[in-house]
């Protein structure tokens, strides 16, 4: 449990080593104060009150040292608390900005906003409010067992044999109990995406399913996540008594030990110094308990607890793409796939398999093919969001895993199908392109996207505001601005996916015309299916169930009668589709 600790504090490790040390100190002492009370009792039984009283003493002292070192381990405990609280996201940060892009699924980045936010408040906790019970109900017990031994060796050995088998009983409940709240975790979220997605789709969900507004489906979200919780709540009560019940054994078995051995020597004369040794151990039973049911109501916070570290586990757990220690440089903006293939996971088929490909420098292919075929993941792969399982893919001469993270990102723009602006105004969403870009270059850039004419009609021009997401735009808007903020990056490669999917006509041509603009200067990848975008293209790539099929020329794919061809077909069949009029013939 402490390794995601580590990994959370990173330099400040020894903080956490600190604090681990204190507790564990303090537990020490703790079972050491505690076992200043034999010789105490011992004396008291043989009615030596001065001895019992210079004990005593002892015993006092030892009490008011622990009460002061309590509170430097719990200031300790709230020191790497702090520490996790101001250090952590960075360092998850840090790191997060490593993994390659094809880690940043819906799922991955769901998780990674839990550990963010929630994991990282629940961890933060951990060390000042429920490690310290914890590690002191572990190690004071064990102090215990050994003053029992000197005392009388048959509890002493009943008492340490108790301490595997509470071990395993924590380890079996806090087993069952994690299976109980990954599933829990599993339709928390689900319920949590049905709340966002009821609320964002009211049009289309009143559309269909009138005043109900459609909440069949949160409902059903909802009563999974009720029986979920219900059953967590059901398993956290069950191991919270099975822990209780079996500390309480260990008692009882010790009791009766005590029990039998007195009974069996009650017709036998013994001395007085073994009868109080019994006695003695009997009443340190008590504060054997104590610690050990300390831990047991802390196991299935415990448990939770390792819920939340076992996330930071997995986002620590994915590895960055190596990057190279001499990092080469590309000679120009080309673009070359030898013999790639990819698969997501050993045990699943390959997405793209056997790939080979070159795009000249400043020309512009177009990579066209049924939904699947495996477009996006080639693009994906240009980019370096994941690296082939077999093959090469490289820019400019140069094997991308050759090329440090830095030296492709200033290679390649990308523009994505679902363009996000971040909140501000459209010239702060162009100025990420490049940070120390001038009023002018930024103007110059959305010329050349069409963004002028969407400016012209706003009041505030550059400086509008285009709200969350870009809410206060249409997407062809949004889309335009997404072409301007690649423009201005300058980078010799320009990756488009589905610029124009979803657009209407109008906002069609104008991405199409600054395309056509950019041929010659930037080497263009496009995936698109309107025939304007890729008839204009220098080459076009025809992909299906990850393989290519066909490549080449608009004008020699069009003549050879294939899957281009066909895709020609089937656009002018759909272009001459009419909605006829019924006839009024026959009527009266």
């Not at 990057?323 to 793209?352: K, T, W």
């Not at 790939?355 to 000249?360: D, N, Q």
Request: proline letters at 4%; one cysteine or more.
């Amino acid at each position: 449990m402490l390794k995601p600790f580590v990994q959370l504090l990173g330099e400040d490790a020894p903080v956490l080593w600190r604090y681990v040390w204190m507790a564990v100190s303090y537990g020490l002492l703790s079972g050491l104060t505690l076992a200043t009370l034999v010789p105490v009792l011992e004396r008291l039984l043989a009615g030596d009150v001065r001895g019992a009283s210079l004990w005593l003493i002892l015993t006092l002292a030892g009490t008011v040292a622990c009460w002061a070192w309590r509170r430097q381990v719990e200031r300790a405990g709230v020191a790497v608390g702090v520490a996790i609280l101001q250090g952590a996201r960075l360092r998850i940060g840090d790191h997060v900005a490593g993994l390659p892009l094809g880690w940043f699924t819906a799922q991955n980045t769901s998780r990674l906003g839990h550990v963010i936010t929630q994991g990282m408040m629940a961890v933060a906790q951990l060390p000042a409010h429920v490690f310290t019970p914890v590690i002191t109900g572990a190690v004071t017990p064990l102090v215990i067992v050994a003053a029992m031994f000197a005392l009388h060796w048959p509890m002493g050995l009943i008492a340490l044999l108790g301490l595997p088998v509470l071990v395993a009983g924590l380890l079996l409940t806090a087993r069952l109990g994690r299976r109980a709240d990954r599933a829990f975790q599993h339709h928390f979220a689900d319920a949590s995406q049905r709340m966002v997605e009821f609320a964002q789709a009211q049009s289309v969900l009143r559309a269909f399913n009138g005043g109900g507004g459609g909440t069949q489906l949160l409902e059903q979200a909802i009563d999974r996540q009720r029986r979920s919780g219900m059953r967590l709540i059901c398993q956290s009560t069950l191991s919270v008594v099975l822990n209780a019940w079996l500390v309480q054994a260990v008692f009882a078995v010790l009791l009766i030990a005590a029990a039998l051995w007195l009974n069996a020597h009650s017709g036998l004369t013994l001395d007085t110094g073994s009868v109080v040794a019994v006695i003695v151990a009997l009443l340190l039973t008590s504060r054997y308990i104590d610690p050990l049911l300390d831990v047991a109501s802390y196991a299935e916070i415990l448990r939770g607890a390792y819920s939340q570290l076992e996330a930071v586990q997995g986002v620590f757990a994915a590895e960055p793409l190596p990057e190279p220690e001499q990092p080469q440089i590309p000679v120009d903006g080309s673009i070359e796939l030898r013999e790639v293939s990819l698969r997501y996971a050993p045990d699943q088929p390959c997405v793209l398999s056997g790939v080979s490909l070159r795009i000249a420098p400043g020309s512009m292919t177009a990579l066209i093919g049924a939904s699947g075929s495996g477009k996006t993941t080639l693009v994906r792969l240009i980019a370096r969001f994941f690296d082939a399982s077999q093959g090469s893919v490289l820019i400019g001469g140069v094997d991308v895993r050759q090329m440090s993270s830095s030296q492709l990102a200033d290679q390649i723009s990308q523009i994505f199908q679902d363009t996000y602006l971040f909140q501000g105004s459209i010239a702060d969403n162009i100025r990420i392109g490049r940070a120390d870009a001038s009023a002018e270059e930024i103007l110059e850039a959305a010329q050349q996207a069409g963004v002028t004419e969407l400016i012209g009609r706003l009041p505030q021009g550059l400086d509008t505001p285009v709200g969350e997401g870009g809410a206060r735009l249409s997407g062809g808007e949004r889309q335009r601005i997404a072409i301007a903020r690649a423009l201005i990056k300058a980078a010799p490669i320009l990756l488009v996916d589905e610029a124009t999917a979803a657009l209407d006509a109008e906002n069609q041509l104008v991405i199409a015309q600054a395309l056509s603009r950019l041929r010659g200067r930037h080497t263009l990848v496009v995936i698109a299916h309107q025939l304007s975008t890729v008839s204009m293209a220098d080459q076009i790539v025809v992909l299906d169930h990850g393989q290519v099929v066909e490549h080449g020329s608009p004008a020699a794919l069009r003549a050879s009668g294939g899957r281009y061809a066909h895709f020609l077909e089937q656009r002018r069949v759909a272009k001459g589709w009419r909605i006829a009029a019924p006839s009024n013939s026959g009527q009266a």
